[in-house]
């Protein structure tokens, strides 16, 4: 019997990243949920149970921890064909006052983090000659707006490094997307918004979702780089 295909989903919470592990367990891939926090990955599978996943407690911006959990996966479920860093911390603020500690902190963990582990994850795809490496952008990844230093800075250096990757490793067999997300998510705190503008007027996670699976199974003669999603009522 064929070993069953491994995603590693690095960044999950309720919304947004649990949709894509659930749409990667779907396909009957073995999945890894990583996020800083394990016991909150641990009591959302309790409450959405997925079959073949597993949580991690990995602090992505550790080169360490996210060594280890790379190892750990590779140990326990077999090399990953589908990696997505969906990490990501935001705090707006006037330039006159944001914290130099802040914007860093907001880098590290959304850009360095996408280093590590998209440096872990080819590390291990080169050997095999194939594999996905995904990356979630927002709009702030193309351009950067008033009080949003700390969003736009660390998206600018992912979508940067998204595309040096693309370009590196594509003729090593590994496809790397970057996947700009433009608007507002659905979420409960956010649904009044869709009932004043209409329906499907937010983006719902596993409409995202379904497109982060879709790139990674493109045909190797047809990869996007970039992947822009927006709802209907979104102004671009």
């Not at 989903?9 to 947004?16: A, F, N, Q």
């Not at 950067?144 to 969003?151: E, H, P």
């Not at 595309?163 to 490793?169: G, H, K, P, T």
Request: proline letters at 6%.
């Amino acid at each position: 019997m064929a070993e069953q295909p491994v995603a590693v989903v690095v960044g999950v919470g309720p919304g947004l990243g649990f949709a894509l592990a659930k749409r990667f367990a779907e396909a009957g891939m073995a999945l890894a949920m990583a996020a800083r926090h394990q016991e909150r990955l641990d009591q959302l599978l309790a409450a959405h149970p997925l079959e073949h996943a597993r949580s991690f407690g990995c602090d992505a911006t550790d080169p360490a921890a996210v060594e280890r959990l790379f190892a750990q996966v590779e140990q326990d479920l077999g090399t990953p064909e589908a990696v997505v860093f969906n990490a990501g911390a935001f705090e707006p603020g006037s330039i006159l006052e944001i914290k130099p500690a802040d914007l860093e902190r907001c880098w590290r963990i959304g850009c360095l983090g996408g280093f590590l582990v998209g440096q872990a994850a080819a590390r291990r795809m080169v050997a095999q000659g194939r594999g996905t490496i995904l990356f979630t952008g927002a709009t702030a990844s193309l351009r950067g707006g008033a009080s949003f230093a700390n969003l736009a800075v660390p998206k600018f250096g992912l979508r940067a490094l998204a595309q040096c990757m693309a370009r590196e490793l594509g003729p090593e067999g590994i496809h790397v997307a970057h996947v700009i997300i433009d608007g507002q998510i659905h979420s409960e705190r956010y649904a009044h918004l869709e009932a004043q503008r209409g329906p499907e007027s937010l983006l719902h996670p596993e409409a995202i979702a379904e497109m982060y699976y879709q790139l990674h199974r493109q045909p190797r003669s047809a990869w996007t780089l970039e992947l822009d999603l927006r709802p209907w009522t979104e102004k671009f």
